[in-house]
């Protein structure tokens, strides 16, 4: 049966939802248009204490329910759309929507990342669509690229800044030559952190959206614990200088990579060359490599977060919902998901990078000798090496070293045996280094 | 009606259509997977000429047909990939194809760019689907992104590197410091630039594109003569040189603006700010920004020609038809294209920008006051000055002036003033100068 009529019921109030019911009630004639029927707000569910908030005046107030059940039982409802964030209740308020054959927005990254699976098998069984492009990369068309764009690709490696937070704060610390202390104070000043950080800064907010991409990416489930997880915060201005030095930025990347039965994700600091484009993505902003064996390398940047990028998200997928709700029998344009045959998760020990590796220790003849020497023991090799007296009183210098690709448990194990050399003061840092080679050489062709 | 099958015939036999065949036949099997249903290559319609060429070992040539009856009358084929290119005969093959029900995918963009206003609306009366993401950046997904996850924008505008052959040539130039007919030597001796480099180095290419992206954009028909454009071949090493000094980089751009009822739309070289991510793109690689009032700034990266990138967008758009097919009911996912009120082309006499200014003068006192009370006269005010001693001898310096915005007339009258000035030798050159500010700030917001 064709709907003469489109019905959204949109869960919270925050900046986002707002901002998508803003969108919804300003954009509604042309965003009628384009699916060809009236669309309209039909309701918005809200907690008490958001009532007792400032409420926004551009939305019709007779459109707040704070009961679940007239919101879930609303038969003019056809699309919800959930944007209250977090886990709980947002998982079950997405349950009892697909259960009751609403088609479901969200823009919620870590109740797609620990629930998709369980979600999008919900969504198949009631034969409506599960969309969630505004969960990662904002206002970047993004998520519904693997099932569509790049379908025919294999896809062998995602590279991705995606957590505009933490970049804003590196690039502080990288230009202005601030330490990471301030440069956070800066950010939380700004609205680009919050007065808790740690969801951006230990890189909790970045593996919830790999976790998402990877299992779209790959076509198997990767949840957020599969992940490895390293923050920013023991990054040094030093640790900049001497990139800068040696011709590379430092990144917090998400990565994951596809190799034949094995997968490799993590989120970590990285130095990435200074000449990539990757490299020049500046301040908030997002930006996600996908590496394809057809398509090659591509590129998506832009605003990765903010109520107006997400809610451009949020609303496209309102629109295509409203599109299935249109042409009516029951069906979702959505995509079954797919899935290969599982894959391991390639543990960090195994895992072969480059490595920058910066020590403190005595400035003394033969130093770097015992250095060298117990990188040799575990057959790593040096690609470069600078040496610099940090200190001509203490008598202490600064030795950083580029090693060329090694595995992880020799490097800790090198790292490990640093520490009980007399001549080292301290294991400052180290930092795996990626060069995201394409396999691929651009295409010769003309235009 | 379920399809138990999707059938598809291939119009073609040059490099995009023996590729798009390869990866049809190779990845049959989890391409059928993602439309729950064999999908297979019923018939490759060739012309007596491609059968006397060696032919591809790794495709049955029991699929070839030089007979267009016996491919358009073949009931088994659902879908149409038309991959030769030029204007006619593929303008009659795809109306052939709509019109005997056929889901069509193209990736042709002179025949979308000229015809893309006929064949929508032949597509939508038969209600099938045509699609042509190969048409504009390779396999950069781009031209869903207007109806799908932008759809809830305004577009304000577009700036897009979508010629790689040109690219090529400018990066070459830049950083080479070649001059123009060596670097497009260099692109026809590696396979970029065609015998007859026309279509790309004129910009004739990049209109196509460009039509194609603006009418999406706009909503708008917007023809291919709408579009102002220039090529490359005036620009010199001296440009380069100058332009690098004042922090530009130059690239040939195809810009389309949204000035409310006004729309520009043209192809021309640009001096854009050094520090861009546009500026940076550099070889044959493509990259397009795409600007909205939600979204903010997006850009899009990658391989924008080739046979695999292409054959990434057509075989995703044959996975859309087919889908398009196996759900049955004479039902289409492409929306309808649904146009705003017309819009009056702005003309470039009108248009204002910045422009750099490139004049060989005597080299004298009191020549700079001339140069600069004619542009005074005009109202041209001026941002920035270079003068040059470019001969002793001959007594000779170069004047080059960047202006702040100024209308394409007065520049132009003040120009033919220059000519006539005693002390000017030659105007040598005249580039528009883009900043590309986006008109909204990054959003702030943690993460």
Not at 68 to 73: M, Q
Not at 183 to 202: S, V, W
Not at 206 to 225: D, G
Request: glycine share 8%; charged share 20%; proline share 3%.
């Amino acid at each position: 049966m064709k709907k003469a009529r489109v019905g959204v019921g949109i869960i919270g109030l925050g900046v986002v939802a707002g901002q998508v019911a803003r969108v919804l009630l300003e954009k509604g004639e042309t965003l009628s248009q384009e699916i060809g029927c009236p669309l309209t707000v039909r309701r918005i569910k809200v907690l008490e204490t958001d009532l007792r908030r400032p409420l926004t005046h551009d939305i019709d107030h007779k459109l707040f329910t704070t009961r679940d059940e007239e919101f879930f039982n609303d038969p003019e409802i056809d699309i919800v759309v959930e944007a209250i964030g977090g886990e709980n209740p947002a998982f079950a308020y997405l349950k009892r929507a697909l259960e009751g054959g609403r088609h479901v927005v969200t823009s919620n990254k870590e109740v797609i990342a620990k629930h998709g699976m369980v979600l999008r098998a919900l969504a198949a069984e009631h034969v409506v669509g599960l969309r969630y492009e505004g969960s990662v990369g904002g206002g970047i068309p993004l998520i519904t690229r693997f099932q569509y764009d790049l379908v025919a690709n294999r896809i062998n490696g995602i590279y991705a800044i995606i957590n505009g937070t933490t970049n804003y704060i590196l690039t502080q610390m990288a230009h202005e030559g601030i330490d990471f202390g301030t440069a956070l104070k800066n950010a939380q000043a700004l609205g680009y952190a919050e007065a808790n950080p740690a969801n951006d800064i230990e890189g909790i907010d970045a593996v919830y959206k790999l976790a998402i991409l990877a299992t779209l990416a790959f076509q198997t489930p990767i949840s957020p614990e599969d992940i490895y997880r390293e923050g920013i915060s023991r990054l040094s201005n030093r640790d900049f200088q001497y990139a800068h030095e040696l011709g590379f930025a430092i990144k917090l990347l998400a990565i994951a990579k596809n190799n034949n039965d094995q997968v490799e994700v993590r989120v970590h600091p990285v130095l990435i060359p200074e000449d990539l484009l990757l490299a020049k993505v500046d301040g908030v902003y997002n930006a996600i490599v996908v590496q394809g064996d057809l398509a090659g390398d591509v590129l998506f940047y832009g605003e990765g977060a903010g109520a107006k990028p997400t809610a451009s998200a949020v609303v496209a997928d309102v629109i295509a919902a409203a599109r299935d709700v249109v042409r009516g029998n029951g069906i979702t344009s959505v995509p079954v998901f797919t899935t290969l045959p599982a894959k391991n998760i390639k543990p960090m020990s195994l895992i072969e990078t480059r490595y920058y590796l910066r020590v403190l220790v005595v400035d003394d003849a033969g130093v770097l000798a015992q250095i060298a020497r117990v990188l040799g023991d575990h057959r790593i090799s040096i690609s470069s090496v600078i040496q610099k007296t940090t200190d001509n009183v203490a008598k202490t210098a600064e030795i950083v070293i580029m090693t060329h690709p090694a595995r992880g448990d020799s490097i800790q194990t090198a790292l490990d045996e640093f520490a009980r050399l007399n001549v080292v003061k301290e294991v400052s840092n180290f930092i795996r280094v990626e060069e995201i080679s394409s396999n691929q050489e651009a295409t010769n062709s003309s235009s």
